[in-house]
């Protein structure tokens, strides 16, 4: 099926925008291209993420979740135990549960929104 559109971005809800453009980008390799108090965008020259201030926001939490999901991110990675360092120490943090944790880690970006590690084969 053809389509008639492309992609230009993804948009996300954050409490602070900046502090997860600059989490992502560390954990891409990706430039900020914008970050002020209530939007920022990271990229890669053709893909581009955002995050938009909504205030009250607070993260879903995982595995229970007390509020509704609002976006989940997958991330292809050679090696689990060294994506998991390497994002932990970025900020991010690992819930105990983890389903399938010799395949993929769900772990937790600095707004408390799941996303996801997985090994590519």
């Known amino acids: 099926m053809t389509g008639f ?13 900046g502090a997860l453009a600059r989490f992502y980008a560390a954990v891409l390799g990706w430039d900020v291209l914008h970050a002020d108090d209530d939007y920022a965008m990271i990229g890669d ?17 995982w595995p229970v979740e007390a ?19 390497r994002a932990l120490a970025l900020g991010a943090t ?19 929104q799941p996303f996801d590690i997985c090994l590519k084969s």
């Open 67 to 85: 509020a509704p999901k609002r976006y989940h991110l997958d991330f292809y990675v050679d090696d689990l135990d060294k994506a998991e360092e």
């Open 94 to 112: 690992k819930p105990e549960s983890q389903p399938t944790p010799e395949r993929w880690r769900v772990l937790l970006d600095p707004a408390g």
């Open 5 to 17: 559109a492309t992609l230009a971005m993804l948009n996300m809800d954050a409490a602070d925008p």
């Open 45 to 61: 020259g053709t893909t581009n993420l955002g995050w938009g201030r909504v205030d009250g926001y607070s993260g879903p939490g």
